[in-house]
């Protein structure tokens, strides 16, 4: 019969430099991410999303002038209302989403 030893290991200790860097936000604050604004959602059949074509019109599930979501990655951090800044589409935030 084979008796079975346990292997036992220290705690790993981070060196002092590594233990300042862990709490450093600056290591990360160039880190791109995705931004990106979401209108609205709906969910359609295959016939429906092959039948699309220039002019067709797709139902959303939001209202106009309700407010849309701020992702980044994926993920809402806030919401606002569409606005336009000279030509182009901006965000005014109303809204941080906590947690």
Do not use: C, H, K, W
């Amino acid at each position: 019969m084979s008796e079975e030893a346990l292997a036992t290991y220290d705690a790993l200790e981070p060196e002092a430099d590594e233990a300042d860097e862990s709490g450093d936000l600056d290591l990360v604050l160039d880190v791109p991410v995705e931004v990106s604004v979401e209108v609205g959602r709906t969910t359609m059949t295959i016939r429906e999303t092959l039948a699309i074509a220039p002019g067709s019109i797709i139902s959303l599930d939001r209202m106009a002038g309700e407010p849309v979501d701020l992702l980044v990655n994926g993920r809402r951090i806030a919401r606002g209302e569409v606005v336009a800044v000279d030509e182009e589409f901006g965000l005014r935030v109303t809204e941080v989403v906590s947690g």
